[in-house]
């Protein structure tokens, strides 16, 4: 059981998405970040789609309830325990009567916090994840608020292996964690300025040669006015050829639509089922990560990419989370 003393700025719980149900209007939603999720679950001996909390901007103080193993991935929330930084990236050992801090984010804007065992919310619609303006899944449809209590799972498998070594191993800091890490190059790079890997979206060729050029060569800036459905941005104006009506047709994470008054918004985990405004490019899967960090005042740039290129680079980020699930199984088998 974990006690929420503090809530944070938007604390929830999320897992990799809520499937099949768009045809009825219900979102897939998820995290907004689903590397820093996957690998925070491998790190407590998680299937990656287990639900992990996370944590926006400004995190939470949580109370442990009883002994605990956990991940904290994705941005840096300043955790800590007794004024103590909690390590990031490995998997940590808290005692009961510990109380987890985090703090403003010094890199990045989410972190994700996994529990080895599992947040034990209820399954609605064969997904954990919170679907905020629909208040269903997480913990009661909401984001955590002071006072709320999560339940946790029984470590299984790796995790009880994970639980079990760390558990028994001696240190005088108020939490114990491995002598290993994961490697650095599977770290994501945070900054202020990322760069994007964009496909052309549907409706690229409406647009102008000069707003095509444009959205390639110049920086936008992600606006204050941004959150889990979409991130609207300021930079250069893109217009199209000729003003034309569009029918609404599917969109997805990651989608860059352009409404009339010519900044682009791109659609977040919690973007609509449907859009109807020009689509002039597509971010690539691999690049979730940096967009899901990226927060008001952050500058991104796009580089094009074709869909061969974005598959191959899935296929190589898979194969390398591939091989640390197989080397976290090794070192506490």
């Given at each position: 059981?974990?006690?929420?003393?503090?809530?944070?700025?938007?604390?929830?719980?999320?897992?990799?998405?809520?499937?099949?149900?768009?045809?009825?209007?219900?979102?897939?939603?998820?995290?907004m970040d689903p590397y820093s999720h996957r690998i925070a679950n491998l790190l407590v001996g998680n299937e990656e789609h287990m639900a992990t909390l996370e944590m926006t901007l400004v995190g939470p103080h949580l109370l442990m309830e009883?002994?605990?193993?956990?991940?904290?991935?994705?941005?840096?929330?300043?955790?800590?325990?007794d004024g103590e930084r909690v390590p990031m990236w490995k998997p940590v050992f808290v005692q009961k009567g510990?109380?987890?801090?985090?703090?403003?984010?010094?890199?990045?804007?989410?972190?994700?916090?996994?529990v080895a065992g599992g947040f034990d919310v209820p399954d609605v619609l064969n997904s954990r994840t919170t679907y905020l303006k629909a208040r269903i899944g997480g913990y009661e449809?909401?984001?955590?608020?002071?006072?709320?209590?999560?339940?946790?799972?029984?470590?299984?498998?790796?995790?009880?292996?994970?639980?079990?070594?760390?558990?028994?191993?001696?240190v005088s800091l108020p939490f114990r964690s491995t002598d290993w890490k994961i490697a650095s190059k599977l770290l994501p790079n945070l900054s202020k300025h990322y760069e994007i890997r964009v496909m052309r979206g549907?409706?690229?060729?409406?647009?102008?040669?000069?707003?095509?050029?444009?959205?390639?060569?110049?920086?936008f800036t992600v606006s204050s006015q941004s959150d889990r459905m979409g991130y609207r941005m300021s930079g250069p104006t893109l217009t199209l050829k000729v003003s034309a009506e569009l029918v609404s047709e599917a969109?997805?994470?990651?989608?860059?639509?352009?409404?009339?008054?010519?900044?682009?918004?791109?659609?977040?985990?919690?973007?609509?089922?449907?859009?109807?405004?020009?689509?002039?490019?597509?971010?690539?899967?691999?690049?979730?990560?940096?967009?899901?960090?990226?927060?008001?005042?952050?500058?991104?740039?796009?580089?094009?990419v074709t869909i061969e290129q974005s598959q191959l680079l899935v296929a190589m980020q898979e194969?390398?989370?591939?091989?640390?699930?197989?080397?976290?199984?090794?070192?506490?088998?």
């Open positions: 059981m974990i006690t929420v003393m503090k809530a944070g700025l938007q604390d929830t719980i999320q897992d990799l998405g809520r499937y099949g149900y768009q045809k009825f209007g219900v979102i897939v939603g998820g995290v009883q002994d605990l193993v956990i991940a904290i991935c994705g941005g840096d929330l300043q955790p800590s325990i510990s109380v987890v801090k985090f703090g403003a984010a010094l890199a990045g804007s989410r972190a994700y916090l996994a449809g909401r984001a955590l608020k002071k006072a709320d209590k999560l339940a946790t799972g029984k470590p299984l498998g790796i995790g009880a292996f994970v639980y079990k070594r760390l558990q028994t191993s001696e549907r409706q690229y060729d409406l647009f102008t040669e000069e707003s095509q050029q444009r959205f390639w060569q110049e920086p969109v997805t994470y990651g989608s860059i639509q352009v409404p009339s008054d010519g900044n682009p918004i791109i659609l977040a985990a919690d973007k609509q089922t449907t859009g109807g405004y020009p689509k002039i490019g597509q971010i690539a899967s691999v690049n979730f990560t940096k967009l899901a960090q990226a927060k008001a005042g952050d500058q991104l740039t796009f580089t094009e194969m390398s989370l591939k091989a640390l699930r197989a080397a976290i199984e090794n070192k506490f088998r």
